[in-house]
């Protein structure tokens, strides 16, 4: 045990002095990611909340002609301006970019109006420009609306069921819906959340084998007194404790990030606190010593640092193969899917994400099976170890 | 006192030790000479337990390599081929992370460091992180840390490898004070030179096995040549790799 400890304590103040290790686990993968992720997400918030709710300014050149009209606009945020334009005048506004679109009242509106026959109005637009292509079909909806709505009207004082008008209804069926975009949002969060934890302990893990055989270190430490089991422990221990540092700068990172991000305007109710963030670390701890036990055996097996990068770079696919399995099937949290290392960390941290109940079998599946594993792969990575061939 | 007892290693289909058999005394400075690929460092790699033979035994001061590896290793201390140290530890942190792996305390490993520094004259680098370290402070840093636990038998593979002459001489001397101490050393070498001017004992192997053995004039008069270098070659039937 003291071993074990004095191996821990060396491996940890190394890397420390590591600056590549460093950087890797404690820089790159908890700003980076986080910061990419906030970027993405408040653009894609961003654009897919601005035309539905910007407020768009319509001119209108004989207002007064049409007062019940302009009031129906005003009711779904459209500022009226007033202008007072003839038709040359539009045309030319319109033209020269100065109004993005033109509402004309025709003089005659009002009297068409009152004898049940189509009045005009006139919306000057220039369809070439397509920036504002997205405020001219709102005007136009707007503008049906309205029109539907008065013959609605007028039918039911004739006595006749407004249904008639609607022989045909259309649903849009969207399938992104805010839920399901968050899913997938959520399960990019806790990915990427895996994926930097694993990064952090990378380079201690190629050290631990790879790196000690290239230095020509690893012979003299075979040398000493201890159980070789207990040379790997220790080394996987300080591993271990880098991929927590780096989980933790993480999750801080995004519980910080996403503060700033505003997802609930994507209909998402994320609630990541300084409690949630604590939650969702200790929920990733287990999959920390199997994680550091996965990196470590299959370092041993490389022959150079180089080559265990590469294996490496593959081994942090891994626990993202669940997840995109959990993503293209739609899988839901079964007690089943809870015995999947990472892909039971995924479900509860999402459940954790938006305020979901979570069932204490559910929990204890996913500590006790991933704690397991974890437990194994040390084993065999204690008795990787023990292999002649480990010399290289 | 090591004793290596008709060691046998393969790799693959190659056979490294077909048959090795030695004594090195304590108190003695006992060379394993031979050609490159003649087995000398896998015989040292069985000898500090870091591989373990097919057939035969080697002990240390009496301790089974085999049966009691760990116990066995408390009593040697070794400096493999081409040893690397932590480029990222100072030169005294590298010492003394293999003390408080042989299980010294720290008041106890941070006294033998110093002692060490002090021997092998380290002191300018002794704190300095030894990433931009010489060969010559590479090697006594490993040298160092082979001794933190005062083993009473030193095993040391080609231990002048890239080594300049100072740090060459500085070693013989360091060696010879071991011996007079009454350590048993051991170690392996391709550079007749070095056997000569150092050792008590040699153990020339080749082709895997032990070819003669005895003190270099034995081995002068055991051939009938005058000199060692033409001794060797007789004895292992060529001169092929030698320097």
């Known amino acids: 045990m003291r071993a074990i400890l004095s191996v821990f304590r060396k491996e940890f103040r190394e890397n420390l002095r590591d600056r590549r290790t460093l950087i890797s686990a404690l820089v790159f993968g908890p700003l980076f990611g986080p910061l990419l992720f906030g970027a993405a997400l408040s653009l894609s918030i961003e654009r897919g909340t601005s035309e539905a709710d910007k407020q768009v300014t319509l001119a209108v050149a004989h207002a007064e002609r049409a007062p019940n009209l302009l009031t129906h606009l005003r009711q779904y945020r459209v500022k009226v301006e007033s202008v007072a334009y003839d038709d040359a005048a539009a045309r030319e506004a319109v033209k020269e970019h100065r109004k993005h679109l033109v509402l004309m009242v025709t003089d005659d509106f009002s009297s068409r109006f009152q004898a049940s026959q189509p009045a005009q109005l006139l919306l000057y637009v220039d369809s070439s420009d397509a920036n504002n292509s997205k405020e001219v079909s709102r005007i136009r909806t707007l503008l049906n609306q309205y029109g539907s709505l008065l013959a609605r009207l007028r039918v039911m004082t004739r006595g006749i069921d407004p249904l008639v008008l609607s022989p045909i209804v259309i649903h849009d069926v969207d399938v992104s819906t805010p839920a399901s975009r968050s899913v997938l949002t959520l399960g990019t969060l806790s990915y990427l959340m895996l994926l930097t934890m694993l990064m952090g302990g990378m380079y201690l893990a190629i050290d ?8 020509g270190s690893l012979e003299p430490l075979l040398t000493v007194p201890v159980r070789r089991e207990h040379l790997i422990y220790g080394k996987i221990l300080a591993t271990c404790a880098f991929m927590t540092l780096s989980l933790s700068l993480t999750v801080s990172a995004f519980a910080t ?28 701890l287990p999959l920390v010593p199997l994680g550091a036990a996965l990196m470590t ?10 080559e265990a990068q ?60 991933t704690l397991a594993v974890g437990a194994v792969l040390v084993f065999i990575a204690g008795r990787l170890y023990h292999r002649e061939a480990l010399l290289g | 006192m090591i004793e290596a007892n ?7 289909r190659v056979t490294a030790v077909r048959d090795v058999s030695f004594r090195a005394e304590d108190g003695r400075i006992t060379g394993l000479l031979g050609p490159n690929g003649a087995g000398k460092s896998t015989t040292l790699r069985i000898l500090y337990t870091v591989i373990a033979p097919e057939t035969g035994d080697a002990s240390i001061d009496g301790i089974s390599v085999v049966g009691q590896p760990l116990e066995a290793r408390r009593r040697m201390g070794v400096l493999p081929h081409n040893a690397g140290i932590y480029p990222h530890l100072s030169a005294r942190e590298n010492i003394s992370y293999f003390g408080a792996l042989h299980g010294l305390g720290r008041k106890e490993r941070e006294s033998r460091t110093v002692e060490l520094i002090s021997l092998l004259e380290m002191e300018e680098f002794a704190d300095r992180t030894a990433k931009g370290f010489s060969q010559g402070q590479r090697v006594k840093t490993a040298l160092a840390r082979a001794l933190i636990h005062r083993p ?15 740090a060459v001489r500085g070693l013989r001397r360091l060696l010879a004070r071991l011996r007079d101490e009454g350590h048993c050393v051991l170690f392996s070498s391709h550079v007749m030179q070095e056997v000569g001017a150092l050792c008590d004992d040699v153990v020339v192997i080749a082709h895997g096995t032990v070819v003669a053995s005895g003190t270099p004039q034995e081995l002068r008069t055991q051939t009938g040549e005058d000199n060692l270098e033409d001794a060797f070659v007789r004895l292992i039937g060529t001169g092929e790799g030698l320097s």
Do not use: W
């Open chain 2, 6 to 12: 008709n060691l046998q290693k393969h790799f693959g």
């Open chain 2, 152 to 166: 009473r038998n030193v095993l040391l593979d080609e231990p002048t490898n890239g080594l300049d002459v100072m």
């Open chain 1, 257 to 284: 990030v996403l503060q700033f991000a505003g997802l609930e305007r994507f209909g998402m109710s994320v609630n990541f606190g300084p409690s949630v963030a604590l939650a969702v670390i200790v929920l990733c």
């Open chain 1, 208 to 215: 631990a084998t790879a790196g000690e055989r290239e230095r």
């Open chain 1, 310 to 369: 590469t294996y490496l770079g593959l081994v942090l696919l891994v626990p993202t193969l669940p997840l995109v399995f959990a993503s293209v099937l739609g899988l839901r949290p079964t007690a089943g899917l809870m015995t999947v290392p990472s892909l039971s960390q995924h479900f509860l941290i999402t459940s954790l994400l938006r305020d979901e109940p979570i069932p204490g079998s559910f929990l204890a599946l996913s500590v006790g099976v």
């Open chain 1, 297 to 306: 055996i299959v370092a041993a097996f490389t022959r150079s640092y180089r």
